[in-house]
């Protein structure tokens, strides 16, 4: 089955996997778009309605940003094509996903979103190969990218959201 499961978890239904559930759920949320709820917990990826998880427009937002940790806790990274960037990036990798499509049961495809400042500037979050945990606390914003993944959600041991916001998707190059 891949990423070094057994057949014990070969066994285990997808729909039984939680990052898979909270992956379901976040495209859901953006599906349906927002609501007016008070909620009490301002990182939990089943907050709804999107726009609750640090977002101050919540109006005008389209996405839940995320992150995927692998089974060693590690944030997973993807490549993006720098091309599909107004600003040029030494290291075009990203951690930070936005669902477009929950299929087979546990599969996703994830848009990869650039990492940007405050200011809408890149970050590059790779140093020396690795990631770099202080330029990954730099960014604020996200931008689309024209690149996509797709993963097997059952890979993964955990889910992070990060934040709420308006991804403009037409401002891709």
């Known amino acids: 089955m891949g990423c070094g ?14 990052v898979c559930e909270v992956v379901r759920f976040i495209k859901r949320l953006q599906d349906a778009g927002t609501d ?22 919540r109006n005008r937002v389209n996405t839940r940003v995320f992150m995927l940790l692998t089974k060693n806790g590690d944030p997973f990274k993807a490549m993006f094509r720098p091309e599909s960037r107004r600003h040029y990036l030494h290291n075009c990798f990203s951690t ?37 945990l202080e330029e990954l606390c730099k960014v604020t914003r996200f931008g689309a990218t024209d690149s996509c993944i797709t993963v097997d959600l059952t890979c993964f041991c955990g889910i992070q959201c990060i934040k709420d916001t308006f991804i403009d998707f037409c401002d891709v190059d």
């Open 36 to 57: 007016d709820d008070c909620v009490e917990c301002e990182t939990d990826c089943f907050m709804a309605p999107l726009g609750s998880i640090s977002s101050p427009a």
């Open 5 to 18: 499961r057994n057949e014990e978890d070969n066994e285990r239904k997808h729909q039984d996997d939680c």
């Open 96 to 132: 930070f996903f936005r669902v477009q499509n929950v299929f087979d049961g546990c599969c996703a495809t994830l848009q990869v979103l650039a990492p940007l400042d405050s200011n809408n500037n890149p970050v590059d979050i790779i140093k020396n190969g690795k990631l770099d």
